[in-house]
């Protein structure tokens, strides 16, 4: 059974995909960025970007039946690398207790020039928990 997640941005049917994807127990949430209603979220800050981009990730794991503790892997796209601790700070606020494999790279740019943080998340729900151990 494959359920799929719309934000109802209009990238999705434009370029052809979805907010997240549960197929089984594994949740793919697409890269994600600060933008609520068509407008980018946190102007100039990327701490503020990186919570609006993980408020987005929660709401879409919610709508597939997941949550946070059931992330086993993020990626962090940076505009600029020198945020890492702004942008470490807000992942860590979400995953200090469930501690995903992360990676965090800097990246030329983002679809849109005020973006400075993108985020994906997978997840595997109920075997991904730190308590199911």
Known sequence: MRHQVSSGSA?????GYSRAVRVGNVV????TTAVRD???????????????????????????GASPADVVRTRIYVTDIGSWEEVGRAHG?????????????????????????????????????????
């Open 11 to 15: 990238w999705e049917q434009q370029v």
């Open 28 to 31: 793919h949430v697409a890269g």
């Open 38 to 64: 068509g407008s980018v979220v946190g102007l100039g800050d990327p701490y503020v970007q990186a919570k609006v981009a993980l408020e987005i990730i929660s709401a879409a794991l919610a709508e597939v």
């Open 93 to 133: 606020e979400v995953f200090a207790e469930v501690r995903p494999a992360a990676t965090m790279v800097e990246v030329a740019a983002l679809i849109d020039p005020d973006l400075l943080v993108e985020i994906e998340a997978e997840a595997l729900v109920g075997g991904g928990r730190a308590d199911a151990l």
